[in-house]
């Protein structure tokens, strides 16, 4: 079994800043990118960042110069900075990890966590 546990969401004022912690748990034998998706009330889920094995990034362009993403491979961990925050940044935030267990290789979700933003 894998799990993902999420951590960091809360409440902040507009122009604040937060950050989220997701760490991978389990016979996890390898993890090949990792991620943060969103969903807001009424809306479909859209990717916020995402970062490989290797470090590469890719950003959705509402959060491009204000999230940050990273990653720490020993701990199984990925972490999104998330600053100058919105209004419309208010979402629950997951946690997306591709990853192999053995050799099956498969797509897992953390829980969730909210996140609000007032303006």
């Known amino acids: 079994q894998v799990q993902l546990v999420e951590s960091g969401g809360g409440l902040v004022q507009a122009g604040g800043s937060l950050r989220l912690s997701c760490a991978a748990s389990g016979s996890i034998f390898s993890i090949n990118y990792m991620g943060w998706f969103r969903q807001a009330p009424g809306k479909q889920r859209e990717l916020v960042a995402v970062?490989?094995?290797?470090?590469?990034?890719n950003y959705a362009d509402s959060v491009k110069g204000r999230f940050t993403i990273s990653r720490d491979n020993a701990k199984n961990t990925v972490y999104l900075q998330m600053s100058s925050l919105k209004p419309e940044d208010t979402a629950v935030y997951y946690c997306?990890?591709?990853?192999?267990?053995?050799?099956?290789?498969?797509?897992?979700w953390g829980q969730g966590t909210q996140v609000t933003v007032s303006s």
């Open positions: 970062i490989t094995s290797g470090g590469s990034t």
């Open positions: 997306n990890a591709y990853l192999a267990i053995a050799t099956r290789w498969g797509d897992y």
